[in-house]
């Protein structure tokens, strides 16, 4: 996919403006405070209709206005789509050429977007949440089904928790939601161990490029549930097994929604072990990996990388940009960087 243009009106920093894009690489330079991020953002906003940085529509709208838009031409191949995005304090409205989009995951299909933040860095560090995130993002687009498992599996949770809270707890009702879990763990858990299994050859190679030294690198997911036996029995067992804790705290300790990835570089975690720069090679190969699994060109996802050059010494830039070469799209912020051939969009304060 190719984001040809965009426009961004009253969007944070931005009163008014529009980008016109290339393929390959498009670099996004300005000092610090210029709306560099800004635009990665407005670039992010078109695939999920949401921002990556975690907050409401509201904070995103210019401070002195009502309103925010955003208009952009997206190319699929020889399909051309445009894109408006109307975000209001009441809320926001999709259009696609024209017609209303009401499911964020049909938006989703016309603009794929990877995404490097700065705090990616932290992702073996940080909270298991971010890494399930990182799972849940990339197989809902990928496998739609997979969004009603988590939804379904979801709600099954809450249901269960406001049992577990209860005064008299009701076991039938306890029995029942548990199964409910059980069910909708199991695509789930399928559908993860694949993804990470495919992604871990990939894994291998991209931070081979990055680093350009033969790395052991692996990723691993242990499920709650050993999946070799037999899962309906195992699974109900494991939550037998720790029901007496859920009572006593209230909440259901165990299932997929606790469950995490790691990943090991040369035997060791990299959340413990790897230097800065290694966790942000490696958070990086594993955020550029889904570009991989598709195969069709034209549906190839739009690569934003704000900020990823920072701490990288120079060797490691060079093999960074020589990789970056090779996808249909991308976009990179910095401070201050030229590459040769790339579009150079540079932003004043
Ligand atoms: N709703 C808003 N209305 C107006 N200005 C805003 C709004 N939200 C954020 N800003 C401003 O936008 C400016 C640019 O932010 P941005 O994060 O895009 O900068 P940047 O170019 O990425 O900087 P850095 O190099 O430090 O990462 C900030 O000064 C911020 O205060
Ligand atoms: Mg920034």
Same mark, same amino acid.
Not at 178 to 186: D, M, N, Q, R
């Given at each position: ?22 393929? #390959?690489?498009?670099?996004?330079? #300005?000092p ?7 635009i990665?953002?407005a670039?992010?906003? @078109? ?7 975690g907050?409401?529509d ?17 190319l ?25 989009v009401?499911?964020?995951?049909? @938006? ?14 932290? @992702?073996?560090r940080g909270?298991?949440k971010?890494?399930?995130n990182?799972? !849940?993002?990339? @197989?809902s687009?990928q496998?739609?089904? *997979?969004?009603?498992?988590? %939804? ?25 939601s548990? &199964?409910?879990?059980?069910? *909708?763990?199991?695509p ?11 992604? /871990? ?5 991209i931070?081979?490029?990055?680093? #350009? ?12 549930? /050993? ?12 939550f ?23 990943? %090991? ?9 790897? %230097? ?9 190969a594993?955020?550029?990996?889904? *570009? ?18 920072? &701490?990288? !010494?120079?060797?490691?830039k ?11 799209q991308v ?9 040769e051939g ?8």
């Open positions: 996919m190719i984001v040809k243009s965009i426009s961004v009106r009253n969007f944070r920093n931005h009163t008014s403006k529009t980008f016109e894009f290339g393929e #390959g690489i498009n670099v996004i330079t #300005g610090n405070a210029s709306g560099k991020t800004n990665a953002e670039i992010y906003y @078109l695939s999920l209709a949401r921002s990556f940085r907050v409401d509201e904070e995103i709208i210019n401070d002195k206005t009502e309103y925010s838009q955003i208009d952009a031409t997206v699929e191949g020889q399909i051309k789509r445009n894109i408006r995005i109307l975000i209001t304090k009441k809320g926001r409205s999709v259009l696609v050429n024209g017609k209303k009401s499911k964020i995951s049909d @938006l989703a299909k016309s603009v794929n977007v990877l995404l490097f933040e700065p705090k990616d860095v932290m @992702l073996f909270s298991p971010e890494r399930r990182f799972l !849940d993002i990339n @197989l687009k496998f739609p089904i *997979y969004l009603d498992y988590i %939804s379904r599996y979801e709600k099954a949770l809450r249901q269960r928790n406001e049992i577990l809270k209860s005064q008299n707890v009701d076991e039938k009702l306890l029995e029942a548990t &199964e409910l879990l059980v069910k *909708y763990a199991g789930i858990i399928n559908y993860r161990a694949m993804f990470v299994k495919d992604i /871990n050859d990939i894994l291998i190679k931070t081979r490029t990055l680093t #350009g030294v033969k790395e052991k690198i692996e990723i691993s997911y242990r499920p709650f549930v /050993n999946m070799s036996g037999d899962y309906q029995k195992d699974a109900l067992a494991a037998n097994r720790s029901l007496e804790n859920d009572l006593r705290h209230k909440a259901t300790s165990i299932g997929v929604h606790r469950e995490d990835i790691s990943v %090991s570089l040369n035997g060791k975690e990299i959340g413990a072990y790897g %230097s800065q720069g290694e966790n942000r090679l490696v958070a990086l594993l955020k550029l990996s889904p *570009y991989f699994m598709i195969t069709d060109k034209d549906k190839k996802p739009v690569v934003v990388l704000d900020d990823v050059m920072s &701490e990288l !010494d120079k060797n490691h060079e093999h960074l940009i020589n990789f970056l070469r090779k996808f249909e976009f990179i912020t910095d401070t201050k960087l030229e590459i790339a579009t150079q969009i540079e932003l004043n304060k």
